[in-house]
């Protein structure tokens, strides 16, 4: 299986609707990084991924973005390779 990296808040509702809709395709296990806990975790965020808003999901070693780019991924046919 492939691994999913989110970079994630407690109270984030994108965060909530990005787990959601990685189940529903398959995915079970998600590493939660909590950037709200830690202002390290927040600017290891920030240097991977040039942005400041959760979530930002990794999957494997790509940076797909926050949950809008992975709902836009999947519409361009593009996440599923991605999953495997």
Not at 8 to 20: L, Q
Not at 32 to 54: A, Y
Request: proline share 4%.
């Amino acid at each position: 299986m492939v691994h999913v990296v989110m970079y994630t808040s407690r109270f984030c509702p994108y965060c909530m609707m990005a787990e959601r809709f990685l189940a529903q395709k398959g995915i079970s296990e998600i590493e939660k990084i909590r950037v709200d806990t830690d202002n390290s975790l927040m600017q290891e965020m920030m240097t991977k991924t040039g942005r400041r808003t959760v979530p930002q999901i990794f999957i494997g070693e790509h940076h797909v973005g926050g949950y809008d780019d992975l709902v836009a991924l999947d519409k361009q046919g593009e996440l599923a390779p991605l999953l495997g």
